[in-house]
């Protein structure tokens, strides 16, 4: 099984998957949520950007519909909506970095407020799968263990492709680990698939 994909195999790849019948259709993932991690070198953080972006545009011409979704851009949406955002740019330069984190996790909260943004997303715009993107760019606001976690009972309907600047690692010892940036080996999560070994 291929690991170590060059960009080009990556991209070629991820368009083979997300094409397929198999992948749309949730089959072979025994009853488990259609969710699916794109790790990458975060090195890459900026091609990968242009590389996803490509690849809505190659799988929408196949006619699959990508529902597109930055974390980011969604956080950012969230704090303005709420009238918070000019406040928090404004005591930013003036506080403690654990003063900020806390302030938004509570606003970004993924169970109360991110979630159900996502969500308004997924029930608004036709789709055939869903990317989520920014994960590097909430942490640690935001961490993707949580966002995925909250979102079993949304997003089950259409597979999920979480874009991962970092590694997904399975091990039989210690289960399956988020390591964000290839370093931080904090985040568990379980239930979802490697893209890059999904075959089809």
Excluded: W
């Amino acid at each position: 099984m291929k690991l170590d994909f060059s960009r080009k195999e990556r991209a070629e790849h991820l368009y083979r998957v997300i094409t397929s019948e198999r992948f749309l259709t949730k089959q072979g993932l025994g009853n488990e949520v259609p969710f699916f991690i794109c790790p990458f070198p975060a090195v890459e953080g900026l091609s990968m950007v242009d590389d996803r972006k490509d690849l809505v545009s190659r799988v929408g011409h196949s006619g699959v519909r990508v529902l597109d979704l930055n974390l980011y851009d969604i956080a950012l949406e969230i704090l303005a909506e709420r009238d918070i955002l000019e406040q928090i740019l404004e005591i930013e330069a003036d506080s403690e970095k654990p003063e900020i984190k806390d302030l938004l996790q509570g606003v970004l909260a993924p169970e109360t407020h991110l979630v159900p943004k996502i969500g308004a997303a997924i029930s608004a715009t036709p789709h055939d799968v869903i990317f989520l993107s920014g994960v590097g760019e909430v942490y640690p606001f935001i961490r993707s263990h949580n966002v995925l976690n909250n979102l079993q009972s949304t997003a089950k309907d259409a597979p999920t492709v979480l874009f991962f600047p970092g590694n997904y690692t399975h091990a039989l010892a210690t289960g399956a680990s988020l390591d964000l940036f290839g370093m931080l080996h904090d985040d568990k999560y379980y239930r979802a698939f490697n893209i890059l070994n999904y075959e089809v």
